[in-house]
């Protein structure tokens, strides 16, 4: 039983990811879906963990992990995105970027479970990471739905419509798409948050990127998520940059 808890973990991941899909698809909720995506992130975080804990890591752990990924952070999120050019009249031909994504998904964790490179940083952009691009719009549009206000901008609510209306506009929805489709299974190498000492000089890249993004949360609430996203893609090509001029 002991070495079926990690899988049991990853299958709560495979839970939240089809329960997202039928939130919906079937309940017209793309908040809830949102947010079941979150959980399942919450759950692939721990599954991993657990294994290593009990020291009970599988092969069939490993497949079982990238097939709910293809679910949570694959086609998911990629409905999320369609959905909205859908209900926004942008249908036919507009959501095609948004099921190559879904396709650059599934390749990417393909290729992630042959890729030994990939132990201490990721080679392309991470499905987590796209996933919560998309999932961060219906987040937004809940805050401005909600008129939350922002404790620095009197007008808050309207704050969060205009950047709403920006994140759902198919020129955002259908060209980022395309340009995530390409980072997901690019050689672009993307830093990740592993820590190994807690040196600052031999974190300073994630410790920034932490700090900042702490202080967007606290600033944008859910709005910051893409901004977050964002930022990493761009700091870890400043570094790829960096390293290789220091060459």
Same mark, same amino acid.
């Given at each position: 039983?002991?070495?079926?808890?990690?899988?049991?973990?990853?299958?709560?991941?495979?839970?939240?990811?089809?329960?997202? #899909?039928?939130?919906?698809?079937?309940?017209?909720?793309?908040?809830?879906?949102?947010?079941?995506?979150?959980?399942?992130?919450?759950?692939?975080?721990?599954?991993?963990?657990?294994?290593?804990?009990?020291?009970?890591?599988?092969?069939?752990?490993?497949?079982?992990?990238?097939?709910?990924?293809?679910?949570?952070?694959?086609?998911?999120?990629?409905?999320?995105?369609?959905?909205?050019?859908?209900?926004?009249?942008?249908?036919?031909?507009?959501?095609?970027?948004?099921?190559?994504?879904?396709?650059?998904?599934?390749?990417?964790?393909?290729?992630?479970?042959?890729?030994?490179?990939?132990?201490?940083?990721?080679?392309?952009?991470?499905?987590?990471?796209?996933?919560?691009?998309?999932?961060?719009?219906?987040?937004?549009?809940?805050?401005?739905?909600?008129? $939350?206000?922002?404790?620095?901008?009197?007008?808050?609510?309207?704050?969060?419509?205009?950047?709403?209306?920006?994140?759902?506009?198919?020129?955002?929805?259908? $060209?980022?798409?395309?340009?995530?489709?390409?980072?997901?299974?690019?050689?672009?190498?993307?830093?990740?948050?592993?820590?190994?000492?807690?040196?600052?000089?031999?974190?300073?890249?994630?410790?920034?990127?932490?700090?900042?993004?702490?202080?967007?949360?606290?600033?944008?609430?859910?709005?910051?998520?893409?901004?977050? #996203?964002?930022?990493?893609?761009?700091?870890?090509?400043?570094?790829?940059?960096?390293?290789?001029?220091?060459?």
């Amino acid at each position: 039983m002991r070495k079926q808890i990690p899988n049991i973990i990853t299958l709560l991941n495979l839970f939240c990811g089809i329960e997202s #899909i039928f939130q919906l698809l079937y309940f017209d909720n793309p908040f809830l879906a949102s947010v079941f995506i979150i959980l399942g992130a919450v759950f692939d975080f721990f599954d991993g963990m657990t294994a290593r804990l009990l020291k009970v890591s599988s092969p069939i752990g490993k497949e079982l992990d990238s097939l709910s990924d293809v679910v949570t952070f694959g086609v998911a999120p990629s409905l999320i995105a369609g959905y909205i050019l859908v209900v926004t009249g942008h249908d036919g031909i507009a959501v095609i970027p948004t099921i190559i994504m879904a396709l650059m998904s599934s390749y990417r964790l393909a290729k992630f479970n042959l890729d030994v490179r990939q132990t201490d940083s990721f080679i392309g952009l991470a499905t987590p990471a796209n996933a919560f691009i998309w999932l961060s719009i219906p987040l937004v549009g809940y805050l401005a739905q909600n008129n $939350v206000s922002l404790w620095f901008l009197q007008d808050g609510g309207v704050f969060f419509s205009k950047y709403y209306r920006f994140l759902s506009s198919p020129y955002f929805i259908v $060209v980022g798409a395309c340009i995530c489709s390409v980072l997901l299974v690019s050689e672009i190498p993307m830093f990740s948050l592993k820590f190994h000492n807690l040196k600052f000089g031999d974190n300073k890249l994630r410790y920034v990127f932490l700090a900042i993004s702490a202080v967007l949360l606290v600033l944008l609430y859910f709005g910051a998520i893409p901004i977050i #996203i964002i930022m990493y893609i761009i700091l870890s090509i400043f570094n790829n940059i960096s390293k290789h001029s220091q060459r």
